[in-house]
C-alpha cells in the first residue's frame, strides 16, 4: 500500500490518514476528563475493602458489630452475607472460580474480607479498623517452584477433593520432531529465565459507582472497565440479572493495560452495596489496594534450550514454563488458550520444530496474569526466544545481529505457519533489523564497544562499560477469529455502527472503550478516510453498552485490528449507499459514477456529482429512491476477522553500566516497527515511546516479590518502582510498512508492540556490556553487581 | 487515594506560638512542615497524630553565612538549598546531595529540618550533615540549645528532639581549602538511596588537616564512619589512603538485606561510593571543579 497524499479539512486535519492532534487532548489537557472519581450522584455512599493482612489464613470469624455501630456506616457485608446472595464466589475469566469476598480461608495478603459502606470515604476506611477479624494463620506457598512439592499447603481447599496445587498442563508444537531436531544439533543452549511478576500500575486505580433502580429494575455500572460488554453479559450470566437491565458505561478511563479487564470484587461489591441500600454506591480502591491485589502480569519461570549446526542455523527451540497463577486462576485470555499466546514463543526465526509445555500452579499470592500490554504472553514468548537467541550467540562467538539476520524468516516465506501452528500474514523482517541497524550505526557501535573494551584490558577503568543489545520481535494482536477464540464463550468479534446526520456530520459506535489510545481520533480518521467526511465532523462514541454494539473490548491490541475493521467495513457499507442516493439524485446508474475525495461523480463528467454531505442531506430528503432502498445513510456491521495481524520490529538498546556500583544508564534506543500503514503516525510514535519507557522499566526496575510469609513487597510506588524520564533516553524511532493482506486497511495494531519487544533488548544490552550470559530481570544496580560476582539473586522472593 | 484517621490541624503564627501548642497539645501532636513524610504515613495510617501543628508560616526559611558558619533555617525547602549560591560556594556537597533528594516536586516543598527530624536510616541530608559536622539547634520554652548533628540522630525515626521542642536551625562551619562531594546509588530518579557517601575534606600543605564521612542507608551510627576519617587526618591524599579509608568506612556499615539489594552490595557500596566521594572533594581541595 503506498501513501497518498490525503486532503486536508477546514479545521487542518487530515481528511483520512495522517498526523494530526488527538480530538481528545484539548479535555484532556484542560482537567476535563472525566474518570470514575468524579463521579458524584445524589445520595451517593462510599465504600471501602477490608483486607487480608496475611496470605494464607482459616477465618475464624469476623465481628462487624463495632463497624455497623458507627454512625456514618450503612452496611458491613461479609463472605456470609455474600453467601446468601449467591455471590461468595464467582467463575473466573479462565473458568476458574474465585472469591468476591473470603469465606472459609483468605489466600493472599490483600485479598478482600468485607465491605464497609458508609455515608463518606472517610468514615468507611475509620470502620474498617472496627472489624475484628480472627484468623489461624496457615503457611503459605510462595515460590512457586515449590507449589507442587508432595505436602506442599494445599491452597485450594474449596475444591472438591483438590489435593495439590496444579492447575493445568498445557502444549503445543511436536514434541518428537523437536527432540529429533535437537539430535542432529551442533550446538545445544538452555538457559533458566524468569519473566518477573509486574504490575500494569496505570495512573488510575480501578473503581466503580453502581445503582440500583428498585423501581425500574434497571441496573447502572460506571465503572474502569476495558471490556463494557463482556461485563455486562457476565453480570448477567453470574448474578441472574437480566442483561436488558444491566447498563455498564465507561467514561474516560486513566489506563488499563490489562489490568482493567476482568471483574474485580470491588465492582460487584459496589452492585451488591446498592441493592442492599438502594443508594448509589462508589468504590474506588487506592494505590496499595490496587498494586496488591489487581491483575499483575507475566510470573512465568521458563526453562529454554536452542539447538543450531555449528554454521549458527538455528535447528529447534524448546521451553518448559511454571507459570504461577496466584490463589485463583484468572487470566483473561481467549479460552483456547490457557497459556495464552505463549506458543508463538518460536518469535521470528525459521525453524525445524519447537515445543512447548507450560504447567499452571496456585500460590498464595494475587490473580491474574495476562496484564501490562503483553498480547496474552507474548512478552513472555518474545522475551525467551530473544534471549535464548542472544544466550546461543554468546556460545557461539556469533554478533548477535549476524545470527538474527541469519535466521528470521524470508520475505517469500510469507504467509508462514509456524511450528506451533500460528499462520504470520505478511512480513519481511530483514530489511526492519537492516533499518535499525543503519539508524543505530550498528558497526560504529560495536567498534566503539571494542575500544572501551580494550581500554579496560590496558588499565583504564574510566569509562563504563558498554552494552548493545538487540531483539527482534513479532507480536499476533487483533484477537481474534471467533471459531478459535471467544473469553467465556463469547466470541471476539467487534461490532460497529455509523450514523451519517443530514448535515454530513457522523457518529460512530464502537464496542472498544479507549484507555488513552486516542480512539476519538484514530477512528474518526478511519472513518474520515473511507467516507471524506473530515474527522473533526464524526464523533466516535464508546464504553456506554446502552449506546454501542456488541464487541469484546480493548485490549491486546486489538481495537485497530478488530474495532478498526469493523469501522472501515461499516463506512465503506455507508459509501455503497450513498453511491445509491447520489445516483438517484443524478438520475443516473449507480454503476456511472466513481469515488473521489469524499464525492460520488459521474465517470468521464468529474463535474457532475454529490459530496457525501450533499448525499447525507438527500438521503434525508424527499428524494425518491430506488425501490427496496431505504432512506438515511447508516450502516452496521459485525468484524470477525479472518486472522490475527503479525506486527513486528527491531530494536536496539545501548546502554552504559558502571561496574562499580551496578548502575545502568540507557544511552541510545532504537526501535523500528512495523505495524503496516499508520492511522496517525503520532499517536503510534506515542504508543510507542510509552511501551518503550514500560520495558526500560521491567528490565531495570519493575518486580512485585514476595517474603517467606507471603507478604507483597511490592505495595507502594515507594517499593514497585515505575521508570521516569530520567531513566528514559531519547527515542530513535524508525518504520517499515508491511500491510496486512487480510485487514481491510492493511493496518496491524501497534498498542503492545514496544511493550513486548523491548524488555529483551534492555536486558540483552546490559548482559552484553557485563559480559554475563544470564541474570534476571530487573536488572537493578544490586542483581547486575551481583551477576558480575556471578552470583545473581532470585528477583521474586525477598532479596537476603 | 489513600485516607487518614482523623486528626485536628493548628497554624503556628511563631516560634513561640509552635512551641506553645507543642506544650499545651502534648506528646500525640506534630509539627508539619513540607509533610512529604508526616503525611504519607498518615494516609497509610502509619501515623496517627492527634494534632498537626502547621509551621509553614514560621520565618524559618534561609541560607546565610554568620560567624563563620553557614546557617541554614529549619524550614529551608530543599530546592531553596540546591539553588543557594551561599552553599555552593562553600560546599559542593550540598547541591550533589539535593539534586538526588526525590523529585523536584517534592524538593520543592520538603524542607532540611523536616528530613533531619524524619530521621530515616536513608535520608541524605542526616549524612551530609553528619559528614560536615554541622550543628542542630533547638528551641523550647526553656530557650535555645544545641545539638551535634552526629548525636542528633539516636536511631532510626528517633531524635534528640525533646518534647516541646522545635528544630530551628543547622549551623555548618566554613572550612578553608575543603573540598566536598556526594555519592549515591539509587533504583531509579528519586528513590532513596541504596547507599550513599557524602565526604569533606580540608587540606593544609598537602596533607589531609580534617575530614568527615558521611554515610546513610549502610547502618553506620550517627551516618558518619570516624574510623576511617581518624585513618585518613594527616596523611597525604594519596589513592592508597583513599582506598584505606574506604575500606575502613565498608567495614563501619552494617547494612540490612532488603528489596534495594543485598547486604553484601551494600557493604562494597559503602567501599566504592566513600572512594569516589573522597577523590572528588580531594580534588575540589586542591583547586579542580
Known amino acids: 500500500m503506498t501513501v497518498t497524499e490525503v486532503p486536508t479539512s477546514a479545521g487542518g486535519n487530515p481528511i483520512g490518514f495522517g498526523r494530526m492532534l488527538r480530538k481528545e487532548d484539548a479535555r484532556f489537557l484542560r482537567g476535563q476528563g472525566h474518570y470514575i472519581d468524579d463521579m458524584d450522584m445524589p445520595g451517593m455512599l462510599h465504600g471501602a475493602i477490608l483486607r487480608s493482612p496475611v496470605a494464607h489464613a482459616y477465618i475464624k470469624s469476623i465481628d462487624t458489630s463495632a463497624a455497623e455501630a458507627h454512625p456514618k456506616v450503612k452496611a458491613v457485608i461479609t463472605g456470609a452475607t455474600l453467601e446468601t446472595l449467591g455471590l461468595a464466589w464467582v467463575p473466573t475469566l479462565s473458568y476458574d472460580t474465585a472469591a468476591v469476598l473470603a469465606t472459609d480461608k483468605v489466600r493472599f495478603q490483600g485479598q478482600e474480607v468485607a465491605f464497609v459502606i458508609a455515608e463518606d470515604k472517610y468514615s468507611a476506611r475509620d470502620a474498617l479498623e472496627l472489624i475484628d477479624v480472627e484468623y489461624e494463620i496457615l503457611p503459605p506457598v510462595v515460590d512457586a517452584k515449590k507449589a507442587l512439592d508432595p505436602g506442599a499447603p494445599v491452597i485450594r481447599t474449596d475444591k472438591e477433593g483438590k489435593t495439590d496445587n496444579h492447575i493445568f498442563d498445557w502444549e503445543a508444537g511436536d514434541e518428537a520432531k523437536c527432540d529429533a531436531a535437537f539430535a542432529k544439533a551442533d550446538v545445544i543452549v538452555s538457559q533458566d529465565m524468569l519473566y518477573p511478576r509486574v504490575h500494569p500500575s496505570p495512573m488510575e486505580t480501578c473503581g466503580a459507582v453502581a445503582l440500583m433502580d428498585k423501581v425500574t429494575g434497571q441496573l447502572t455500572i460506571w465503572c474502569t472497565s476495558q471490556a463494557p460488554h463482556a461485563h455486562r453479559t457476565i453480570y448477567a450470566l453470574v448474578a441472574g440479572l437480566p442483561e436488558q437491565k444491566i447498563r455498564v458505561v465507561t467514561n474516560d478511563i486513566g489506563g488499563g493495560f490489562g489490568n482493567k479487564v476482568g471483574i474485580y470484587s470491588g465492582y460487584v461489591l459496589a452492585i451488591v452495596g446498592s441493592i442492599v441500600t438502594g443508594k448509589p454506591v462508589k468504590w474506588v480502591e487506592d494505590r496499595s489496594e490496587h498494586l496488591m491485589s489487581t491483575a499483575f502480569a507475566r510470573d512465568y519461570h521458563m526453562h529454554g534450550e536452542i539447538a543450531a549446526t555449528k554454521e549458527g542455523k538455528i535447528l529447534g527451540v524448546r521451553v518448559n514454563v511454571l507459570a504461577d497463577h496466584g490463589c485463583f486462576n484468572g487470566t483473561a485470555q481467549p479460552t483456547k488458550f490457557p497459556a495464552g499466546f505463549f506458543h508463538i514463543f518460536t518469535g521470528s526465526y525459521d525453524y525445524e520444530a519447537a515445543h512447548c509445555k507450560v504447567t499452571g500452579v496456585y500460590t498464595n499470592k494475587a490473580p491474574g496474569g495476562v496484564a501490562y500490554a503483553c498480547s496474552f504472553r507474548i512478552t513472555e514468548a518474545v522475551y525467551l526466544v530473544e534471549r535464548l537467541v542472544d544466550c546461543l550467540a554468546d556460545e557461539m562467538k556469533i554478533d548477535p545481529a549476524q545470527l538474527r539476520l541469519q535466521n528470521l524468516l524470508r520475505a517469500e516465506q510469507f504467509p508462514y505457519t509456524t511450528p506451533t501452528g500460528w499462520e504470520y500474514d505478511s512480513g519481511n523482517y530483514g530489511p526492519t533489523l537492516l533499518e535499525a541497524m543503519r539508524i543505530a550505526g550498528y558497526d560504529e557501535l560495536r567498534a566503539e564497544q571494542r575500544g572501551r573494551r580494550e581500554r579496560r584490558a590496558a588499565g583504564d577503568t574510566s569509562e563504563p562499560l558498554m552494552g548493545i543489545g538487540l531483539s527482534f520481535f513479532t507480536e499476533g494482536v487483533g484477537a481474534g477469529p471467533r471459531k478459535h477464540m471467544d473469553i467465556l464463550g463469547l466470541g471476539m468479534a467487534d461490532g460497529a455502527e455509523l450514523r451519517v446526520h443530514p448535515t454530513g456530520k457522523a457518529q460512530l459506535r464502537l464496542s472498544c472503550i479507549s484507555q488513552g489510545q486516542g480512539h476519538q481520533t484514530t477512528f474518526a480518521q478511519i472513518v474520515a478516510q473511507e467516507l471524506g467526511i473530515p474527522p473533526e465532523d464524526v464523533e466516535v462514541i464508546q464504553g456506554d453498552t446502552d449506546n454501542t454494539p456488541f464487541g469484546l473490548g480493548t485490549y491486546g491490541s486489538r481495537s485497530t485490528p478488530v474495532s478498526g475493521g469493523a469501522a472501515a467495513i461499516v463506512a465503506r457499507r455507508v459509501r455503497d449507499k450513498a453511491r445509491v442516493v447520489a445516483a438517484a439524485a443524478l438520475e443516473c446508474s449507480p454503476d456511472d459514477l466513481e469515488w473521489k475525495l469524499g464525492r460520488w461523480q459521474v465517470k468521464g463528467d468529474p463535474e457532475k456529482g454529490k459530496t457525501i454531505q450533499e448525499i447525507a442531506m438527500l438521503s434525508h430528503s424527499s428524494l425518491e429512491l430506488p425501490d427496496g432502498v431505504e432512506g438515511h445513510l447508516d450502516g452496521t456491521c459485525v468484524y470477525n476477522p479472518p486472522n490475527l495481524t503479525y506486527p513486528f520490529g527491531a530494536y536496539i538498546c545501548v546502554t552504559d553500566v558502571d561496574p562499580g556500583t551496578g548502575e545502568v544508564k540507557v544511552r541510545r534506543f532504537i526501535a523500528v516497527d512495523d505495524c503496516g500503514p499508520r492511522i496517525n503516525p503520532m499517536i503510534v510514535e506515542g504508543q510507542v515511546h510509552g511501551g518503550l519507557a514500560d520495558g526500560v522499566g521491567m528490565a531495570l526496575m519493575q518486580v512485585i516479590a514476595f517474603d517467606e510469609e507471603g507478604n507483597n513487597l511490592g505495595g507502594s510506588f515507594m517499593d514497585y518502582l515505575l521508570p521516569t524520564s530520567m531513566e528514559c533516553p531519547s527515542w530513535e524511532l524508525g518504520e517499515t510498512i508491511t500491510p496486512s493482506p487480510h485487514h481491510p486497511l492493511g493496518v496491524k495494531g501497534v498498542g503492545e508492540s514496544a511493550t513486548v519487544g523491548s524488555p529483551p533488548a534492555v536486558v540483552n544490552s546490559v548482559l552484553d556490556a557485563i559480559q554475563v550470559r544470564h541474570a534476571d530481570m530487573p536488572l537493578t544496580p544490586a542483581q547486575v553487581w551481583r551477576a558480575m560476582q556471578g552470583n545473581p539473586f532470585r528477583t521474586d522472593l525477598a532479596i537476603t | ?289
Request: aromatic share 4%.
Open chain 2, 1 to 289: 487515594m489513600q485516607i487518614p484517621p482523623p486528626f485536628e490541624y493548628e497554624r503556628a503564627t511563631s516560634i513561640d506560638h509552635a512551641i506553645a501548642l507543642l506544650d499545651r497539645l502534648g506528646p500525640e501532636a506534630r509539627l508539619v512542615a513540607g509533610g512529604h513524610s508526616l503525611l504519607p504515613m498518615m494516609k497509610l495510617r502509619l501515623a496517627r497524630p492527634e494534632h498537626l501543628i502547621d509551621i509553614n508560616d514560621l520565618d524559618m526559611a534561609y541560607v546565610r553565612v554568620e560567624g563563620g558558619e553557614i546557617r541554614i533555617g529549619a524550614m529551608t525547602r530543599h530546592r531553596e538549598l540546591l539553588e543557594s549560591a551561599v552553599a555552593a560556594e562553600h560546599y559542593a556537597i550540598f547541591g550533589e546531595a539535593e539534586r538526588v533528594i526525590a523529585d523536584p516536586i517534592v524538593r520543592n516543598r520538603g524542607t532540611v529540618g523536616g528530613s533531619l527530624c524524619q530521621a530515616d536510616p536513608s535520608e541524605d541530608l542526616s549524612a551530609v550533615m553528619s559528614a560536615l559536622g554541622a550543628t542542630v539547634v533547638l528551641r523550647s520554652k526553656n530557650g535555645e540549645r544545641t545539638v551535634a548533628a552526629r548525636e542528633f540522630h539516636l536511631g532510626p525515626y528517633e531524635t534528640a528532639v525533646q518534647p516541646g521542642e522545635i528544630v530551628t536551625e543547622i549551623r555548618v562551619p566554613i572550612r578553608n581549602r575543603t573540598g566536598s562531594a556526594y555519592q549515591k546509588v539509587e533504583r531509579r530518579a528519586g528513590d532513596w538511596a541504596i547507599a550513599a557517601s557524602g565526604v569533606f575534606v580540608s587540606l593544609d600543605a598537602g596533607t589531609i588537616s580534617d575530614c568527615g564521612i558521611g554515610l546513610t542507608a549502610v547502618g553506620v551510627e550517627h551516618f558518619c564512619a570516624p574510623a576511617a576519617e581518624d585513618a585518613l587526618r594527616g596523611q597525604a591524599p594519596t589513592e592508597a589512603n583513599i582506598v584505606a579509608a574506604a575500606q575502613l568506612a565498608a567495614d563501619a556499615s552494617n547494612p540490612s538485606s532488603d528489596q534495594r539489594g543485598p547486604a553484601d552490595y551494600k557493604r562494597h557500596l559503602a567501599n566504592e561510593l566513600t572512594a569516589r566521594a573522597l577523590r572528588r572533594a580531594i580534588a575540589r581541595a586542591q583547586g579542580g571543579s
